[in-house]
């Protein structure tokens, strides 16, 4: 049932969906039926893929490849000759009235040594084919490299929007599909499709000129019904493989999705139903699949009846000549030998064309990925940031994702060198756009950001992002060793300086504790670690990054009070001497930065700052007046104002906690934490 050559059937999972924006995907089913041609953009995927196919600048890997040009003719040739010399073999071993028996040993030689070369058979691959083969691996293999990396840093260079919208089991799929097709395809048309095409072409003009014109008929529209039934009835069938492709991405989105929120399936007890679910996408797959199979098999039953019927008319017409003694015996074996060494590439065209097929198919998502338009990108003029005190100006901004709901409007605050700054808020308010802002993991609509003087969207991103460090309320980890993660703040960083910042984190000697020490390996996402540690790790890989901004996105905000006050000291640290943006949940950890600002629905409704406060007179009161002066600046404002009301609801959330636990009363752990 299946077609000779067709992959084994984990192959058919590989094939690619029709192309669909990640950030837009949607299963329509009936889409697939308006899908046009695979061919119709295949000369722009040709080009988008050809600089990956002739390995430029490298003179050896082109070498490779001619190499394999020159072994691809060689073997055309030698196709020739393996029926020509047992034409010769059988003319010379037959008895006629003017021909005794002779003893062709030259002929059954060279057609040994032409059968070593061209394989087959018992043989197994020939000699050209296998040393071939040999040296294409580093042809393939640079290929592949070149378009994988291409790819992983194209998605890297995608904006956090992008990321953040995307389906990140379907494109891997896609990655994993677009490099596996265009090896497919280079093959396939290399060496598959252009040999087959000569080798119908050298047949037509030899049996024209050395048999009878009426051979070359013969052949030649043999192959050309062949051809026109596989494009057809293949071009036919192509809805059903895209229907399949898209019912196995979401098979396969599913499985991925079900097994990402493992946690959270076991939270609610639903493993029977995740598996219906899973089980019903399979049943919707295999319904497409089989009609993908079916029409295959369809599509190999015409190509049977065209090959039999063209071989049915040549062996009559050959065998007829014989018997007018036009052509010998040899003549006959020369004909039969030629057509079957010619239709076994040939029955393998149908294949070789649906895999070339497949193949476009294939990299369809691929090619939109790579054309996916990179939001942030550096300008020709940028230069590096230089950061001499680490001054952060918000001037004017104003950000939305859709123009009827702004997300910042007029935002507009300076943090002077070594100030810190606490953003507060409720929810929605805008809080941490304010810190991917700063990263320009957006670009701004409005207004203008700059550190030092300088407009970040003017600096390179890499220059603005090593002078920024980062701890966020949900860290995430790589699932490697705690050595790796702490170093991934500075990648060229010695052992000593990573103990180091571990040991100013405060869990270094935590780390010692744990039976593999730095080697132990930290779990999907680091869940091998509790909360507290995780942090740390962050607070760690900052303070080996040693930057001159500190942004705390909620730090501490998961975590419970004992670990909160633990970490805070090691936060203190990260963020001594240098200027520090803190979005904080709990207003009790930033009562003591040298401003407040309070945002609500993306506009500063309330600030809290020292700035009036004279320096020299600063410096010779307490810290706790300072403190003060902004906290209580704010609650100064009353029920109405949202820090007072904010400030209010934690403290009574606090105390019926406190009373609940039989602690302390809200008064006492308010002076606890000025304290």
Known sequence: MRAPGLPPTGYALMINSQPVPVDNYQEDEDSTANQPSTWASAWKKI???????????????????????????????VNVFVPVLNKLIIDALTVTKSHDVEFPWQYILLSIGCKLMQGGGFGGLGFLTNFRSFLWIRVQQFTTKGIMVRLFAHLHGLSLQWHLNRKTGEVLRIMDRGTTSINSLLSYVVFNIFPTIADIAIAIVYFVTAFNPWFGVIIFCAMTLYLIATIYITEWRTKFRRDMNLKDNKMKQK???????????????????????????????????????????????????????????????????????????????????????????????????????????????????????????????SMKLAVSQGRVEFDQVSFYYNIEKPILSNVSFRVEPGQTLALVGPSGAGKSTIIRL?????????????????????????????????????????????????????????????????????????????????????????????????????????????????????????????????????LALV???????????????????????VLQNGVIVERGSCAHVNKDLATQVSYFLVT???????????????YHSMWTQQLKAQEEASNGEGGTSSSESYTEKMD
């Open 575 to 597: 963020c001594q001497n240098r200027t520090t943006i803190i979005v904080a949940h709990r207003l009790s950890t930033i009562i003591h930065a040298d401003q407040i600002l």
């Open 438 to 570: 700063l990263f320009r993991f957006y670009e701004v609509q409005e207004g203008s950001i700059k550190i030092d003087g300088q407009d970040i969207t003017e600096v390179t991103q890499s220059s603005l992002r090593k002078a920024i460090g980062v701890v966020p309320q949900d860290t995430v980890l790589f699932n490697n060793k705690i050595m790796y993660n702490v170093r991934y703040g500075k990648i060229d960083s010695t052992d000593d300086e990573v103990y180091n910042a571990a040991d100013a984190a405060d869990i270094h000697a935590r780390i010692q504790t744990f039976p593999e020490g730095y080697d132990t390996i930290v779990g999907e996402r680091g869940l091998k670690l509790s909360g507290g540690e995780k942090q740390r790790v962050a607070i760690a890989r900052t303070i080996l990054k040693a930057p001159a901004v500190v942004l705390l996105d909620e730090a501490t905000s998961a975590l419970d009070t004992k670990t909160e006050r633990n970490i805070q000291a090691s």
């Open 255 to 381: 499985a991925v999705d079900s097994l990402l929120n493992f946690e959270t399936v076991k939270y609610y007890s639903n493993e029977e139903f995740e598996v219906e679910r899973y089980d019903e996408a399979i049943k919707d797959y295999q319904v497409s699949e089989w009609k993908s199979v079916a029409t295959l098999s369809l599509l190999n039953t015409a190509q049977n009846i065209i090959v039999n019927s063209g071989m049915l008319v040549g062996c009559l017409l050959c065998a007829w000549f014989v018997h007018q003694s036009k052509l010998t015996v040899g003549d006959y074996v020369l004909f039969t030998t030629y057509i079957m060494q010619l239709y076994t590439p040939l029955n393998f065209f149908g294949t070789y064309y649906r895999m070339i097929q497949q193949a476009f198919i294939d990299m369809e998502n691929m090619i939109d990925l790579l054309e996916e338009k990179l939001e942030i990108t550096d300008r020709d003029d």
């Open 47 to 77: 080009k988008t893929v050809w600089p990956y196919v002739w390995p430029r600048g490298h003179y050896i890997m082109q070498f490779r490849v001619l190499i394999c040009i020159m072994l691809l003719v060689a073997g055309r040739v």
């Open 628 to 642: 003060r002066n902004r906290h209580e600046e704010l609650l100064e404002l009353g029920e109405a104002g949202v």
